[in-house]
């Protein structure tokens, strides 16, 4: 098994320098792209288990760069973004982007979310349940969902956040315990990325939306 390959994408060179130190001492072997243009090309050409993509870039911008990636790897991505708007971050998550860091950050932290975000992919690979309820059919091992059986496209976080219910079924969740498991570290208490994600999973889901039960004050619970 060969070492873990991180894409670095910034138009800044002392970013990338820097996370590439770290991702390197961290044991991975880091490649980086100077622009979103530059890292679509490489990842014609090459497989990586994850990409650490910025936003605002010349020739391709960074969420432009992921849809692109997107249609042929479903490699994990971490957004890097000067702008800590919310709909920033809820504009990444719908297109796919697993995490989202707003610069300035720490390199240590952002190892720690590229780990976080690896170890959900390759548990969600291995995993073989396939459940019914209902209309509403999971495919947890094939990361598919359908909804009277017709195939529902949910985003990366929507897939991980339906599964997480789902394998913890009558269980009441609370919004900072889905915050730790689905994105992997401390959200510093925003519930309201919980919440965007349950009422766009819902959307998705339609009649079947009913399995996703609302504790008031507390949370959410998958409940059929």
């Keep these: 098994m060969g070492k873990t390959r991180i894409l670095i994408v910034d138009d800044e060179a002392m970013i990338r ?11 991975f072997e880091a490649v980086e792209a100077g622009d979103g243009m530059e890292a679509v090309e490489i990842c014609r ?12 870039m010349p020739k391709l911008d960074g969420y432009s760069a992921v849809k692109e990636i997107r249609k042929t790897k479903p490699i994990p991505v971490i957004m890097l973004s000067a702008r800590g708007e919310e709909y920033d971050k809820l504009f990444g998550f719908e297109i796919g982007v697993d995490d989202y860091v707003v610069k300035p950050f720490s390199p240590k932290e952002l190892m720690a979310r590229i780990r976080a975000v690896m170890k959900r992919s390759a548990s969600a690979q291995t995993e073989t349940d396939r459940l019914v309820f209902e209309g509403l059919e999971i495919n947890i091992a094939g990361r598919e969902v ?9 985003t990366p976080k929507e897939y991980d956040l339906l599964f997480y219910l789902v394998r913890n079924k009558g269980i009441a969740l609370s919004r900072e315990k889905l ?20 009422k766009m999973l819902r ?7 009913k399995f996703i039960v609302t504790l008031r004050g507390m949370g959410y619970k998958f409940d059929s």
């Design 45 to 56: 050409k090459q497989d990586f288990d994850c990409i650490v993509m910025d936003i605002m």
């Design 179 to 198: 915050l730790e498991e689905v994105w992997g570290y401390d959200f510093y208490g925003d519930d309201r990325t919980v919440d965007t994600h349950i």
């Design 17 to 27: 320098n820097v996370v590439r130190e770290y991702a390197e001492f961290e044991g």
């Design 203 to 209: 959307n998705s889901l339609g009649e079947y939306r």
């Design 146 to 154: 359908l909804v009277d059986g017709k195939p529902v496209p949910l």
